[in-house]
Structure formats: structure tokens, C-alpha cells
């Protein structure tokens, strides 16, 4: 078998194909909690804070000497890639938790005994009968 097949034969599969959707859809909805972090919960946030501003804090470790940038730590930037972080694990919380209980409705047996049959019945009564001989 060729290389070139091989490779055709691997990408095709169900398996690869649906992680690719998953990797492009992930990446979209990652803009998306972006976007929702920074223009719509951390406004209101920093409103309530009196006006700050989280992507703008930082505290400058070293001032910038000639051709050499100043060392910045930002930590405003850190606040807003966290709050990302527990707004897509709580998604996928969400999500996960969804599939769990459809999953466990479809496996749950049905809830009514079935009825024994009558030989059933009669060989329980025998059974009963011998034991208390």
C-alpha cells in the first residue's frame, strides 16, 4: 500500500474528520468567550471597580532602556485569559453534564417488572412447598 494511500485512508476516517470539526468549532467558540469576556463581563466589572480597565493594568518590571522594550507584567491581560478559561470549562461543564443525563435516560431499563408466567408461578409454589417440608 502506497504512502499516499495510507494517508487518504487515515484522514478519511470518521474518527480524524470529526476531531477537525471539533478543533475548527472549538477555535470559533474561543473567539466567541473572547469576545464575551472582554467587551461584555469585564466593562460592568470594571464599572464596578471604579472605571478600571483590566487589558490596561500591567506593573512595569524594567523600564525600556534605548532599542530594548521595558519587561511588563500583565496581570489585567492574566485576569481576562482566566475568566475565558472558567467560562469555556463551565460551557463544556454544561455540555458534558447534557449528554450525561440523555445517555442515562436511554440506558435505564424499564421500569416495570415483566409478570412471571404461570409455569414460573407454579414451580415458585412447588419450591416453597419442599422447603418447608
Same mark, same amino acid.
Given at each position: 500500500?502506497?504512502?499516499?494511500?495510507? %494517508?487518504? !485512508? %487515515?484522514? $478519511? #476516517?470518521? &474518527? *480524524?474528520?470529526?476531531?477537525?470539526?471539533?478543533?475548527? =468549532?472549538?477555535?470559533?467558540?474561543?473567539? =466567541?468567550?473572547?469576545?464575551? *469576556?472582554? !467587551?461584555? +463581563?469585564?466593562?460592568?466589572? /470594571?464599572?464596578?471597580?471604579?472605571?478600571?480597565?483590566?487589558? !490596561?493594568?500591567?506593573?512595569?518590571?524594567?523600564?525600556?532602556?534605548?532599542?530594548?522594550?521595558?519587561?511588563?507584567?500583565?496581570? /489585567? *491581560? %492574566? =485576569? &481576562?485569559?482566566?475568566?475565558?478559561? +472558567? =467560562?469555556?470549562?463551565?460551557?463544556?461543564?454544561?455540555?458534558? #453534564?447534557? $449528554?450525561?443525563?440523555?445517555?442515562?435516560?436511554?440506558?435505564?431499563?424499564?421500569?416495570?417488572?415483566?409478570?412471571?408466567?404461570?409455569?414460573?408461578?407454579?414451580?415458585?409454589?412447588? #419450591?416453597?412447598?419442599?422447603?418447608?417440608?
Amino acid at each position: 500500500m502506497s504512502m499516499l494511500k495510507e %494517508f487518504k !485512508d %487515515f484522514a $478519511m #476516517r470518521g &474518527n *480524524v474528520v470529526d476531531m477537525a470539526v471539533g478543533i475548527i =468549532i472549538g477555535a470559533s467558540f474561543g473567539k =466567541i468567550v473572547s469576545s464575551l *469576556v472582554n !467587551d461584555v +463581563i469585564m466593562p460592568p466589572i /470594571g464599572l464596578m471597580m471604579g472605571g478600571v480597565d483590566f487589558s !490596561d493594568k500591567s506593573i512595569i518590571l524594567k523600564e525600556a532602556v534605548g532599542s530594548a522594550p521595558a519587561v511588563v507584567l500583565k496581570y /489585567g *491581560v %492574566f =485576569i &481576562n485569559t482566566v475568566l475565558d478559561f +472558567i =467560562i469555556v470549562a463551565f460551557a463544556i461543564f454544561m455540555l458534558v #453534564r447534557a $449528554m450525561n443525563q440523555l445517555k442515562k435516560k436511554q440506558e435505564q431499563p424499564p421500569a416495570a417488572s415483566p409478570v412471571p408466567s404461570k409455569e414460573v408461578v407454579l414451580l415458585t409454589e412447588i #419450591r416453597d412447598l419442599l422447603k418447608k417440608k
